[in-house]
């Protein structure tokens, strides 16, 4: 063995370390594990940069500022809410929302859509008393299955995509994906709407649980008319800093102040309403503060905005205490507890640590909805906010417009990456969008992972790693010759996505994927093809991808629920992509 490849080795396990651990972010961990191909020579300072121009990379930034357009013109969640009516049944429910995301997230990036998709299914659940946990989980495998139609439906074909150009393969055409996404999402429906729902857990989701056991979470308190606060401000009666306390608002005659300013003045009879330990509240009554306990908790939904938002992959709060977000300065809102796998965190709201997929519950003030519409920080998913007099002129434009451009795509007319330049442009000519929204658009971590994870790919190439798997595999498993080794590729690929990124397991399989079709003389772009359904194909973890992040907490499920569920779905999806594969793209040179 090589140094080399020893080097590429500890790099590696390095980069699986660091993005299953959640030390640094998912973009430093590929920033330093390039940095170390590079220092070593093992791959050059232009093969290290490549990924930037590369053209997949750059059509997954265009692609999600369309996403974005699209999302903002309000037609995907008009046409969502006739096809999601109230007055369907469980099972129409389950089978109308399965069949439209999964065909949207074809097209659209699917992360967008389970967040608009959310609060539409949530609202449904709480009014038909029906717990979300029953749905949350198909909408996520929707998203997930409808994505591997088409080469845009997820960033992790463009990526894979983007690998295959840099080693010198033609580009993969939009629909060949179809082959295999098509009956696998149809398998994958009918599994789940035949069979799948009776494995769904029925769980009490944590807004339901904040409201009828309110006291765990805020302890309500009357300002006495003997009280020594009264005509006190908030600094100066020392309520900025109690010990596992913290003063979210104030209720005076109908009125509430949120947040409270260092500078209120305490009033008699008003209603002081702390959040955290509320253990800590004895200490706060007994004291001669002047505060009493009321005779009954009479908080409720009319007093107080509640809002339940889900920490996403990407959020700027990652790795934050509470207390350092400046929340609620940026979004006007309080947090009220912090749920991570089903369980509420306990201790200091101001000391937890926020991590992907935490559930906040959130006591808004009346701008939370103006400063978190464009943030990229969390999804709302316990209210939803109206959209009144959408242009359906405009939305459909915007929409079909976008169809369009695949369509002429797919047609070999034009090429994805000019459609999608031509069509931003025109957005912007006809104002439909602007530069700023533009920017918003952009997820330059995920292009920096993208663009840095097809490095990686070169460096495993380079440094000869891949084409020493591959003839292990190919002699471990000659036995069963082609399909056995295209199995062997998928196993692999799918097995690391559910622990670390659908993109870190496809640049790390790749070119293990490609040497095995070199070694065993065959076309490669069915083991490509096999890299990306195995990375995208995550239903047995909720940290796989990042759609099972976002209904995780949202859905108050365990771990072992995504086992139970996706297990049987994922065996499936296996057969079916690895004979599929086989049978339509399988050629030997």
């Given at each position: 063995?090589?140094?080399d490849?020893?080097?590429?080795?500890?790099?590696?396990?390095?980069?699986?370390w660091?993005?299953?651990?959640?030390?640094?972010?998912?973009?430093?961990?590929?920033?330093?594990?390039?940095?170390?191909?590079?220092v070593?020579?093992?791959?050059?300072?232009?093969?290290?940069?490549?990924?930037?121009?590369?053209?997949?990379?750059?059509?997954?930034?265009?692609?999600?500022?369309?996403?974005?357009?699209?999302?903002?013109?309000?037609?995907v969640?008009y046409?969502?809410?006739?096809?999601?009516?109230?007055?369907?049944s469980?099972?129409s429910?389950l089978?109308?929302?399965?069949?439209s995301?999964?065909?949207?997230?074809?097209f659209?990036?699917?992360?967008?859509?389970?967040?608009?998709?959310?609060?539409?299914?949530?609202?449904?659940?709480?009014?038909?008393?029906?717990s979300?946990?029953?749905?949350?989980i198909?909408?996520?495998?929707?998203?997930?299955?409808g994505?591997?139609?088409?080469?845009?439906?997820?960033?992790?074909?463009?990526?894979?995509?983007?690998l295959a150009?840099?080693?010198?393969?033609?580009?993969i055409?939009?629909?060949?994906?179809?082959?295999?996404?098509?009956?696998?999402?149809?398998?994958?429906?009918?599994y789940?709407?035949l069979?799948?729902?009776?494995?769904?857990?029925?769980?009490?989701?944590?807004?339901?649980?904040?409201?009828?056991?309110k006291?765990?979470?805020i302890?309500?308190?009357?300002?006495?008319?003997?009280?020594?606060?009264?005509?006190?401000?908030?600094?100066?009666?020392k309520?900025?800093?109690l010990?596992?306390?913290?003063l979210?608002?104030?209720?005076?005659k109908?009125k509430?102040?949120?947040?409270?300013s260092?500078?209120?003045?305490?009033?008699?009879g008003?209603?002081?309403?702390?959040?955290?330990?509320?253990?800590?509240?004895?200490?706060l009554?007994?004291?001669?503060y002047?505060?009493?306990?009321?005779?009954?908790?009479?908080?409720?939904?009319e007093?107080?905005?509640?809002?339940?938002?889900?920490?996403?992959?990407n959020?700027?709060l990652?790795?934050k205490?509470?207390?350092?977000?400046?929340?609620r300065?940026?979004?006007d809102?309080a947090?009220?507890?912090?749920?991570?796998n089903g369980?509420?965190?306990?201790?200091?709201?101001?000391?937890?640590v926020?991590?992907?997929g935490?559930?906040l519950?959130?006591?808004?003030?009346?701008?939370?909805?103006k400063?978190a519409e464009d943030?990229?920080?969390?999804?709302i998913?316990?209210k939803?906010?109206?959209i009144f007099n959408?242009?359906?002129?405009?939305?459909?434009?915007?929409?079909?417009g976008?169809?369009g451009?695949?369509?002429?795509?797919a047609?070999?007319?034009?090429?994805?990456?000019?459609?999608?330049i031509?069509?931003?442009?025109?957005?912007?000519?006809?104002?439909f969008?602007?530069?700023s929204?533009?920017?918003?658009?952009?997820?330059?971590?995920?292009?920096?992972?993208a663009?840095?994870s097809i490095?990686v790919?070169?460096?495993?190439?380079?440094?000869?790693?891949?084409?020493?798997?591959?003839?292990?595999?190919?002699?471990?498993l000659?036995?069963?010759?082609?399909?056995?080794?295209?199995?062997?590729?998928?196993?692999?690929?799918?097995?690391?996505?559910?622990?670390?990124?659908n993109?870190?397991a496809?640049?790390?399989?790749?070119p293990i994927?490609?040497?095995?079709?070199?070694i065993?003389?065959?076309?490669?772009?069915?083991?490509?093809?096999a890299?990306?359904?195995?990375?995208?194909?995550s239903?047995?973890t909720?940290?796989?991808?990042?759609?099972?992040?976002?209904?995780?907490s949202?859905?108050?499920?365990?771990?072992?629920?995504?086992i139970?569920?996706?297990?049987p779905?994922s065996?499936l999806?296996?057969?079916?992509?690895?004979?599929?594969?086989?049978?339509?793209?399988?050629?030997?040179?």
């Amino acid at each position: 063995m090589s140094f080399d490849i020893v080097i590429v080795i500890f790099t590696l396990i390095f980069l699986l370390w660091g993005l299953y651990s959640e030390k640094f972010h998912p973009a430093a961990v590929f920033f330093i594990a390039v940095s170390i191909l590079t220092v070593f020579k093992i791959i050059s300072p232009s093969e290290a940069l490549s990924g930037f121009s590369n053209p997949s990379i750059v059509a997954i930034l265009l692609l999600l500022i369309v996403s974005n357009i699209i999302q903002k013109s309000g037609i995907v969640n008009y046409y969502f809410s006739k096809i999601l009516s109230d007055n369907l049944s469980y099972k129409s429910f389950l089978g109308r929302m399965f069949l439209s995301v999964s065909s949207v997230s074809a097209f659209l990036n699917n992360t967008p859509i389970v967040a608009m998709l959310l609060p539409y299914v949530y609202q449904w659940s709480k009014k038909k008393g029906i717990s979300p946990s029953k749905l949350l989980i198909p909408l996520s495998y929707a998203a997930i299955l409808g994505g591997t139609i088409t080469l845009i439906g997820t960033s992790t074909n463009l990526v894979v995509n983007g690998l295959a150009l840099e080693n010198g393969i033609n580009s993969i055409h939009i629909f060949d994906f179809a082959y295999v996404g098509i009956p696998a999402t149809i398998v994958g429906f009918l599994y789940i709407y035949l069979f799948g729902y009776k494995l769904l857990p029925n769980r009490e989701d944590p807004l339901k649980s904040f409201l009828e056991r309110k006291k765990e979470y805020i302890v309500e308190t009357i300002v006495r008319g003997n009280s020594k606060l009264v005509g006190k401000s908030i600094k100066e009666a020392k309520l900025r800093n109690l010990k596992g306390l913290f003063l979210a608002e104030i209720l005076r005659k109908n009125k509430k102040i949120s947040p409270v300013s260092p500078e209120e003045i305490i009033e008699k009879g008003d209603i002081l309403i702390f959040v955290g330990q509320t253990e800590a509240i004895t200490d706060l009554i007994s004291s001669d503060y002047g505060l009493s306990l009321p005779d009954f908790c009479n908080i409720n939904e009319e007093k107080v905005d509640i809002v339940e938002v889900v920490v996403s992959n990407n959020s700027s709060l990652i790795n934050k205490k509470v207390r350092e977000t400046d929340f609620r300065a940026k979004y006007d809102a309080a947090i009220l507890a912090v749920h991570r796998n089903g369980e509420k965190l306990k201790g200091k709201i101001g000391e937890i640590v926020l991590k992907p997929g935490d559930l906040l519950l959130l006591l808004t003030g009346k701008d939370f909805w103006k400063r978190a519409e464009d943030t990229t920080d969390f999804y709302i998913i316990s209210k939803i906010k109206e959209i009144f007099n959408i242009d359906r002129k405009k939305g459909n434009f915007i929409f079909f417009g976008f169809i369009g451009v695949i369509l002429l795509s797919a047609l070999n007319i034009i090429p994805l990456f000019t459609g999608l330049i031509l069509l931003i442009a025109l957005f912007v000519l006809f104002k439909f969008s602007t530069y700023s929204e533009i920017k918003k658009g952009l997820d330059i971590n995920l292009a920096v992972i993208a663009a840095l994870s097809i490095a990686v790919g070169k460096g495993i190439i380079n440094s000869g790693l891949a084409e020493l798997i591959a003839l292990n595999i190919k002699n471990f498993l000659l036995p069963l010759g082609i399909i056995g080794a295209l199995a062997g590729i998928y196993i692999i690929t799918n097995i690391l996505t559910e622990f670390v990124t659908n993109i870190a397991a496809a640049s790390i399989v790749f070119p293990i994927a490609l040497s095995t079709a070199n070694i065993l003389s065959v076309e490669p772009i069915a083991f490509i093809l096999a890299v990306a359904f195995g990375a995208s194909a995550s239903f047995i973890t909720p940290i796989g991808y990042q759609t099972n992040l976002m209904v995780y907490s949202a859905g108050n499920y365990k771990f072992k629920d995504f086992i139970k569920v996706g297990l049987p779905l994922s065996i499936l999806y296996g057969i079916i992509c690895i004979i599929v594969l086989y049978v339509v793209f399988v050629k030997v040179s």
